[in-house]
Nanobody, 121 residues
Framework: QLQLVESGGGLVQPGGSLRLSCAAS????????IGWFRQAPGNEREGVSC????????NYADSVKGRFTASRDNAKNTVYLQMNSLTPEDTAVYYC??????????????WGQGTQVTVSS
């Protein structure tokens, strides 16, 4: 059974960095595009990034462009989201989702339980 597990969240001061991981078991992630999403209390879910199954294409929401970088290590069956220059507005639960396609389109096939990111001094 496929399972996605996010990790790497935590409490960080404004201006700090975190690297989130999305690890898979039960399936080879290299065939899946991976989307990162976040949801803060009282807010709609927001798409943060999508990285293609090949890893050659990655897109970002305007709110994180230039600060966040998605990458993948298919040998480790893991996708990463490097988050730099964090602000309190980045505080949210972050989720990864897997799409059995080249890019993040249509309904996700699998998703994780999320990891909390809190940016606060």
């Amino acid at each position: 059974q496929l399972q996605l597990v996010e990790s790497g969240g935590g409490l960080v001061q404004p201006g700090g960095s975190l690297r989130l991981s999305c690890a898979a078991s039960g399936v080879t992630l290299e065939y899946y595009a991976i989307g990162w999403f976040r949801q803060a209390p009282g807010n709609e879910r927001e798409g943060v990034s999508c990285i293609s199954s090949s890893g050659r294409i990655a897109n970002y929401a305007d709110s994180v462009k230039g600060r966040f970088t998605a990458s993948r290590d298919n040998a480790k069956n893991t996708v990463y989201l490097q988050m730099n220059s964090l602000t309190p507005e980045d505080t949210a639960v972050y989720y990864c989702q897997a799409y059995y396609t080249n890019y993040c389109s249509g309904p996700a096939n699998y998703w994780g339980q999320g990891t909390q990111v809190t940016v606060s001094s």
